[in-house]
């Protein structure tokens, strides 16, 4: 069966800017801007069901969970059902206040990590993949959260592109100069061959269908993973090839409620049609239970074939030996 105790959830489609290669700039018309609100969780997650998830990542195919309006609320109200939970934010940190960031900063502890999402190193190479991004207003956030927070993991993650591969140097001066815990340096899949102008040079391209990721550690603060679990999962993985059997990933939730095996199903493209349509209606949590759902006899039929476009490239059998790629979110 799948794992649910690692949670992936969009808890806002709603963002601030437009990053060519988004879903929300690149299938702009099923977009809808939505978010989940903190009944939902109330209602929908049971103290018992709260209790029992290890890490929740929040990260949108479509938004950032910065900008739903209950994030300090949601992430306060389920430390308080399960102390021991493990939060990973993902942002790129534009326009909230200082006295935002402070409270997150209260909210936040040991067990947590933020990634910062910064492609550049001022506001003209950071826009030029992050189009609409507020420089002064990140490193303020940046900044804030350091001065109330010194225990929660911090990572600078960049992505590798053309405008930006030969300054890494000033782009890890930000790292030593905000004192970052490490710098995750991603190079993506999602480029063109031919005109692309945001492409770096060949060998700062991954080539396996997925993200490749480098991280530099600068400090000897513990990073809260799942690795050591995720990784036994994989070892004693047999008959489907598949990471949401490993967890690493972690099952996911949008900010409509629909319930999917991981995010790359719920992209809205059209090579996951079927996965949407069943998610908008039948494996949606307004409308129907968790339990319900992962009841549904669908996860031992249709599912176990493994024919979608995201399956079968993701996760092939000898992608799942690679201790990294099955332990890496």
């Not at 939902?40 to 949108?60: D, P, W, Y």
């Not at 206040?97 to 190479?125: C, F, M, T, V, Y």
């Not at 490239?313 to 990294?324: E, G, I, Q, S, V």
Request: glycine share 4%.
């Amino acid at each position: 069966m799948i794992q649910i105790d690692h949670w992936h959830i969009e808890l806002s489609s709603i963002c601030a800017l437009k990053c060519p290669r988004c879903p929300r700039v690149e299938v702009p018309e099923s977009l809808l801007n939505r978010q989940l609100r903190l009944d939902f969780f109330k209602s929908q997650f049971t103290a018992e069901i709260a209790s029992q998830v290890k890490r929740i990542s929040l990260c949108g195919n479509d938004g950032d969970p910065i900008y739903a309006n209950d994030l300090l609320d949601i992430v306060g109200w389920f430390k308080q059902a399960n102390p021991d939970i493990q939060f990973l934010i993902i942002t790129n940190g534009s326009y909230k206040k200082p006295s935002w960031w402070q409270e997150l900063a209260r909210i936040l502890n040991h067990n947590d990590e933020i990634h910062w999402s910064i492609d550049g190193w001022n506001q003209n190479s950071n826009e030029q993949y992050r189009v609409n991004c507020d420089w002064e207003s990140i490193i303020t956030g940046i900044e804030t959260f350091r001065q109330y927070n010194t225990s929660t993991y911090r990572t600078l993650a960049t992505v590798l592109f053309k405008f930006n591969e030969n300054n890494l140097k000033d782009i890890q001066q930000l790292v030593l100069t905000h004192e970052f815990d490490a710098w995750q340096v991603t190079k993506s899949t999602k480029f063109n061959n031919v005109g692309d102008e945001l492409r770096p040079s060949d060998e700062n391209v991954s080539d396996n269908h997925r993200f490749q990721r480098q991280t530099t550690r600068f400090t000897d603060k513990s990073q809260p993973n799942m690795r050591g679990i995720f990784l036994q999962r994989a070892e004693q993985l047999t008959g489907y090839p598949a990471l949401c059997y490993i967890g690493n990933k972690g099952v996911f939730l949008n900010s409509r409620g629909e319930f999917y095996p991981c995010c790359w199903v719920a992209n809205r493209y059209e090579h996951n049609k079927d996965f949407i349509e069943r998610s908008e209606s039948s494996f949606n949590l307004y409308n129907r239970t968790l339990d319900e759902i992962l009841s549904d006899d669908f996860w031992s039929t249709d599912f176990v074939k493994f024919d979608n476009l995201e399956c079968k490239t993701k996760c092939t059998p000898a992608l799942l030996k690679d201790k990294h790629y099955v332990t890496e979110w």
